[in-house]
């Protein structure tokens, strides 16, 4: 049997970071099993619809690395893959469960079911549930109903204090009375189905075998075993994966914390592979001390036996952040500089050194991703090769007792470097400490103040690798403007 796993986003907003954890997971095991993953897009809830999120649903997706091998732009033998499309099949099954008495129609008014859940909680009811008038109309009565157009739903005749039971895969089974399921609304008003009813004859139609979605469906999945029996269908196997929260206690992801939205993570200047791998590890392990871990390797390692059994991962904001820093820092300059191009032309950020050549921002990338943990941080942190640095003159002589001293060391390394024919590294570092020695100037002092007037910062990269990439024509012109403050 060949492995089919799918993706079922609902256009509601933007794509989060646990739903690619999720897709993730059902990529990998599709992939590892030479199976089929899905995309399906389930958009039947038209008052929760944002328009545009399905195609930047779809955009994520992409810029994560990942694609599909059925649904939206793919095609596929079960298409369409947009179940707003599909409409005319949902009701043809719905009309079966009616016809076969395990789903019926029902009449009443948003009114009356308000009223009905009002009194139902004030008694004291430990859920609200439809109260079954319509599951008594005459065959007649409902037919004139329809014929006069009166607006109706169908609901599923959830049978009455069953136990309904399913295997799930890493939960192991688990049981739900009926006496807390409601007769679930199959077709709404307006003609779309709720999803519970689309996800059934989706996941059926499209030959899912395996479900992986977040363990937040675990209630509604006796309704989908139920609509299964009925339709005299197999149900796929179900795995229902840890959701993710905050740190601190049981807090869902929150705004509060940080970005939630895979699209802002990756606006900070996350690395898509560096994200991919700190999602990974949210909910599976591989039983080993390996963490870092390329799409290849986990597909190859990815294994259901090794989810975790909770209800919630915590989503450590500081790992993630720490792990992004390890892959910019074990990037070739190169590639990095791959990555900084387009992630800046995806969110049209002006990146330094575009007009410079390649090499020369190789050696700086080379000189500065220790220090980089985002890719947001790069213009920050280079500015000051590609445009004069803006500089106090108390910044500027912080480091000295005074500004004639100040000046004079500046004007001591304006001299020494004036002189200089081979403009070298390991040359200038040595001079350089042969001038401060013979002065008797404190290192810290001399090289804080020279630091300060070729970038305007504090905290850099080595000063002579930063005078090597910046040239002796720059490195006088900058000791010129700082001698004029
Ligand atoms: N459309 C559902 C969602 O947005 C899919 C749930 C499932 O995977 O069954 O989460």
Redesign the pocket.
Same mark, same amino acid.
């Given at each position: 049997m060949e492995v089919r796993t799918? #993706?079922?986003? @609902?256009p &509601?907003g933007e794509y989060h970071v646990g739903?690619i954890r &999720?897709l993730m997971y059902n990529y990998a095991f599709a992939r590892q099993n030479k199976g089929k993953f899905i995309l399906r897009i389930?958009d039947t809830d038209r008052e929760r619809y944002v328009p545009g999120a399905v195609e930047r649903i779809q955009d994520v997706i992409k810029m994560m690395g990942f694609e599909w091998d059925e649904g939206p732009g793919a095609g596929g033998p079960h298409a369409p893959y947009t179940q707003s499309e599909r409409l005319d099949l949902y009701k043809k099954y719905a009309l079966e469960l009616v016809e076969k008495g395990h789903a019926y129609y029902c009449f009443c008014t948003e009114e009356r079911l308000s009223k009905l859940r009002e009194e139902q909680k004030a008694s004291g009811s430990e859920f609200t549930k439809y109260d079954r008038l319509c599951l008594n109309l005459k065959k007649e009565e409902i037919e004139e109903k329809l014929k006069t157009g009166v607006p109706h739903v169908i609901r599923m005749k959830v049978p009455d204090n069953e136990d309904i039971s399913f295997d799930d895969l890493i939960l192991g089974k688990i049981t739900i009375n009926t006496s807390s399921v409601d007769d679930q609304v199959l077709l709404k008003t307006d003609g779309f189905p709720t999803?519970h009813m689309a996800?059934v004859v989706d996941?059926h139609l499209m030959k899912i075998t395996h479900? #992986?979605?977040?363990n937040d469906?675990v209630p @509604?999945t006796p309704k989908h075993v139920l609509l299964y029996r009925f339709f005299g269908w197999e149900p796929p196997a179900f795995v229902h994966l840890p959701n993710l929260k905050e740190v601190e206690g049981t807090r869902k992801l929150s705004k509060r914390y940080g970005s939630v939205s895979v699209i802002e993570f990756l606006t900070e200047g996350y690395l898509p592979v560096a994200l991919n791998n700190f999602l990974m590890f949210l909910g599976w392990n591989p039983g080993t001390e390996k963490e870092i871990y390329s799409m290849e390797e986990f597909i190859k390692d990815f294994s259901v036996d090794h989810i975790q059994k909770t209800d919630l991962v915590a989503f450590d904001r500081q790992k993630l952040l720490w792990i992004n820093g390890m892959y910019i820092r074990n990037m070739p300059a190169e590639e990095l500089w791959k990555e900084l191009q387009i992630w800046a032309k995806r969110f049209d950020v002006f990146l330094h050194g575009k007009d410079a050549g390649e090499k020369v921002v190789y050696s700086i990338l080379d000189l500065v991703k220790d220090r980089m943990k985002l890719l947001s941080e790069y213009n920050s942190l280079v500015h000051y090769f590609f445009e004069d640095p803006a500089i106090e003159k108390e910044e500027l002589f912080s480091y000295v007792s005074d500004v004639s001293r100040g000046k004079e060391i500046l004007e001591g390394f304006k001299s020494l470097f004036l002189e200089v024919k081979e403009w070298d590294v390991s040359k200038l570092d040595a001079i350089a400490h042969e001038f401060i020695a013979s002065k008797e100037y404190k290192p810290k002092e001399a090289f804080m103040t020279l630091r300060i007037v070729l970038t305007g910062e504090t905290a850099t990269p080595q000063i002579f690798d930063i005078l090597g990439i910046l040239g002796k024509e720059s490195v006088l012109k900058r000791l010129d403007s700082a001698l004029k403050i």
């Open positions: 799918r #993706m079922a986003p @609902s &509601t739903h &999720t389930e999803y996800v996941d479900i #992986m979605r977040g469906w @509604s």
